[in-house]
């Protein structure tokens, strides 16, 4: 029973809502070396890695604008190069139809200058064939006015000075006359 009354005892000297003075000043101490140590050793890692944290971030940020200013740029560039090269390729398209409507031109040219030229040639050659033609027929009519001529005077006229002469006189009548038939009215 002393055991029971020792520890009611002391129950009335201490308070347990008070602490005593003793944790107090040991539980100030021991938060001032803690807080110290934090302040010291701990809270300058935070800040060097928040301040690392920060300035990746940031750099992360500006790297990220500059690479979207840089795409921006190479988009806008790509844009004016395909634009440029739209354009390029309509000039060269009118350029090809221009071209293309030159030589056409220049073909028609060529085959009406080579129509031109067969009609004159064939045209020479027919001229040529109607010359030997009419030289043919007036030496045949000079041959044959000539022997009727004779047949007609009675007289030869083999020599070939006079039968030029009655054969020039015959056609020039027979060119003469208005319906070609000349002497034989």
Same mark, same amino acid.
């Given at each position: 029973?002393?055991?029971?009354?020792?520890?009611?005892?002391?129950?009335?000297?201490?308070?347990?809502?008070?602490?005593?003075?003793?944790?107090?000043?040991?539980?100030?101490?021991?938060?001032?070396?803690?807080?110290?140590?934090?302040?010291?050793?701990?809270?300058?890692?935070?800040?060097?890695?928040?301040?690392?944290?920060?300035?990746?971030?940031?750099?992360?940020?500006?790297?990220?604008?500059?690479?979207?200013?840089?795409?921006?740029?190479?988009?806008?560039?790509?844009?004016?190069?395909?634009?440029?090269?739209?354009?390029?390729?309509?000039?060269?398209?009118?350029?090809?139809?221009?071209? /293309?409507? $030159?030589? &056409?031109?220049?073909? =028609?040219? *060529? @085959?009406? !200058?080579?129509?031109?030229?067969? +009609?004159?040639? /064939?045209? $020479?050659? &027919?001229?040529?064939? =109607?010359? *030997? @033609?009419? !030289?043919?027929?007036?030496?045949? +009519?000079?041959?044959?006015?000539?022997?009727?001529?004779?047949?007609?005077?009675?007289?030869?006229?083999?020599?070939?000075?006079?039968?030029?002469?009655?054969?020039?006189?015959?056609?020039?009548?027979?060119?003469?006359?208005?319906?070609?038939?000349?002497?034989?009215?």
């Amino acid at each position: 029973m002393n055991l029971i009354f020792l520890a009611e005892e002391g129950a009335e000297e201490h308070n347990p809502l008070i602490p005593e003075w003793i944790e107090v000043v040991l539980a100030l101490v021991v938060f001032a070396l803690l807080f110290l140590a934090l302040k010291k050793f701990v809270v300058p890692n935070f800040e060097k890695t928040f301040a690392e944290r920060t300035t990746a971030i940031e750099g992360g940020l500006k790297a990220a604008e500059t690479k979207q200013a840089e795409a921006d740029a190479k988009l806008a560039e790509l844009d004016r190069q395909l634009s440029e090269a739209r354009h390029e390729a309509a000039r060269i398209r009118e350029e090809a139809r221009e071209q /293309g409507a $030159a030589i &056409i031109a220049e073909m =028609r040219e *060529q @085959a009406q !200058a080579e129509a031109n030229r067969i +009609v004159d040639h /064939g045209k $020479a050659q &027919i001229e040529a064939e =109607r010359q *030997q @033609a009419v !030289a043919s027929l007036r030496t045949e +009519v000079g041959t044959l006015a000539t022997s009727l001529a004779g047949r007609i005077v009675g007289e030869s006229l083999d020599d070939e000075a006079r039968q030029r002469r009655v054969v020039e006189r015959f056609l020039d009548e027979l060119e003469s006359s208005p319906n070609g038939s000349g002497a034989a009215r």
